[in-house]
């Protein structure tokens, strides 16, 4: 499966774009982009999901270049309640949702 | 329109005991699984299910056994608990395997062993 590297934290203030980016480098062709949210003490939650070029959901937009290689999720004017972990997964297997996930970004949003 | 039902929310156990968390899930999907979350971690795969009957390990299997005699269901047994073993344990489950799927996740059970 592939590795993702996503920065562990950002700070945002209300109001504002926040773009975080994940480092997917070894991703394979048959490989989607799926990305969750996870607020404290709730299970993660999907958020968007894409192949290449970018997809756009009611929460959020998805860009992805065309080497695949990395791939940023876009929140458009956050909110203090967007403040949670945002987890970039790679992949995944047809045996199952064996989901991989890293550490995330801690996303902060400020007043 | 339950989704993805954990129970207990809350456990202690001694060392030594043994317990069952329970999933349940009413969307009539297929793939069903396990993961443990560490304090500041991503979640791991403990175990999971492609449907009634098939099991397989994840990630971190050792400690845990499941089973999968129906569709919504798919328990998870600590078989002689232990200190290293306390986490957050959340259950999900998908219609169907794979990289385009969405996964829906339990609240989770928050279990402590002392």
């Known amino acids: 499966l592939a590795k993702t590297t996503q920065p562990i934290s950002m700070d945002s203030y209300e109001g504002q774009e926040v773009n975080i980016t994940c480092s997917h480098n070894?991703?394979?062709?048959?490989?989607?982009i799926t990305w969750y949210q996870q607020f404290p003490s709730q299970g993660p939650r999907f958020i968007i999901q894409?192949?290449?070029t970018k997809v756009t959901n009611e929460v959020a937009s998805l860009f992805i270049p065309a080497d695949r290689k990395s791939s940023t999720l876009s929140l458009p004017r956050v909110s203090l309640s967007d403040t949670a972990v945002y987890y970039c997964?790679?992949?995944?297997?047809?045996?199952?949702?064996?989901?991989?996930f890293g550490g995330g970004t801690r996303l902060m949003v400020k007043p | 329109n339950a989704g993805v039902t954990q129970t207990p929310k809350f456990q202690v156990l001694k060392t030594g005991q043994s317990m069952t968390l329970q999933c349940a899930q009413d969307m009539n999907h297929e793939y069903m699984s396990w993961y443990r979350q560490d304090p500041g971690m991503g979640l791991r795969l403990i175990h999971y299910?492609?449907?009634?009957?098939?099991?397989d390990q994840g990630e971190v299997p050792n400690g845990y056994n499941v089973s999968r005699s129906t569709t919504e269901d798919f328990p998870l047994r600590l078989l002689s608990a232990a200190p290293s073993q306390t986490s957050v344990y959340f259950c999900?489950?998908?219609?169907?395997?794979?990289?385009?799927?969405?996964?829906?996740f339990g609240q989770g059970t928050r279990l402590t062993v002392v």
């Open positions: 997964l790679v992949g995944g297997d047809n045996a199952g949702n064996m989901l991989t």
């Open positions: 894409g192949y290449k």
């Open positions: 299910s492609v449907g009634a009957g098939i099991t």
């Open positions: 070894n991703i394979a062709t048959n490989d989607y």
């Open positions: 999900a489950s998908s219609p169907v395997g794979g990289k385009d799927t969405e996964a829906f």
